[in-house]
């Protein structure tokens, strides 16, 4: 079945290290998607990528990093200088970026906490 | 920069009542998502919405984009617990040379439902 993997689930990690969470995807999608949801809150973006080797900062890029070496994987780094990340984060990719048909598949989400 | 707002933020409903989410943008609509999240998980994928008065239902479910294309409405007829969670509408960023691929969201609406 195709879809987008999250890894892992739950990420626990103490203040000041880096730790990368892991997105892949299956669907032959061109576009990738990192996105941070806290408590209450809706969706905020990342970083977001429409092509392989190419990324945009989306509006809460600082603390972040990401790399888009190949089409199926969009990994994300949290860096020590993100003031709070302790949050779920919720990867996606759609068909797309650029036509306003294409909705966003999900994965199911990292929940990362850092201590 | 565009923004979506969601009203209510939370919904308390008892089952078999209907109900009406809201999603209002600052500027014009060229691809509206719905989506539903349960706490935890990642997002389904509902409706999408492109055309002005354009209008999709799936089961109970009824999504409506109004004719200027700023603001968006999801319908829920005869409510049942298995509705309960959270719904979330997303849009395209268009700029004047076009689908950034930008993607944003809304700070969503938690619904419940009381059997």
């Known amino acids: 079945d195709g879809g987008i993997t999250q890894s892992p689930k739950y990420l626990f990690r103490k203040e000041g290290q880096n730790v990368t969470l892991s997105c892949e995807q299956n669907l032959n999608h061109d576009a990738m998607y990192w996105y941070r949801q806290d408590p209450g809150q809706g969706l905020r973006l990342i970083y977001y990528?429409?092509?392989?080797?190419?990324?945009q900062k989306g509006d809460i890029a600082e603390g972040y990093s990401v790399s888009r070496e190949k089409k199926e994987s969009f990994p994300l780094t949290v860096t020590s200088a993100q003031k709070n990340p302790t949050a779920f984060y919720l990867c996606?990719?759609?068909?797309?970026?650029?036509?306003?048909?294409?909705?966003?598949?999900f994965g199911n989400g990292t929940r990362l906490t850092v201590t | 920069s565009q923004e979506l707002e969601q009203s209510p933020q939370s919904l308390i409903v008892q089952e078999g009542k209907n109900l009406t989410i809201n999603c209002t943008s600052s500027?014009?609509?060229?691809?509206l998502y719905w989506y539903k999240q349960k706490y935890g998980e990642g997002l389904i994928f509902l409706m999408m919405l492109q055309k002005g008065g354009e209008e999709k239902s799936h089961e109970k479910i009824t999504a409506k984009l109004d004719e200027k294309k700023q603001q968006s409405s999801l319908h829920i007829t005869a409510s049942q617990p298995s509705h309960a969670g959270i719904y979330l509408c997303g849009a395209d960023i268009v700029m004047g040379s076009g689908n950034t691929g930008k993607l944003i969201f809304g700070q969503g609406t938690t619904l419940q439902v009381k059997p």
């Open positions: 996606a990719s759609r068909r797309s970026g650029t036509a306003s048909n294409s909705p966003l598949h």
């Open positions: 990528s429409q092509i392989v080797n190419d990324f």
């Open positions: 500027k014009t609509l060229y691809g």
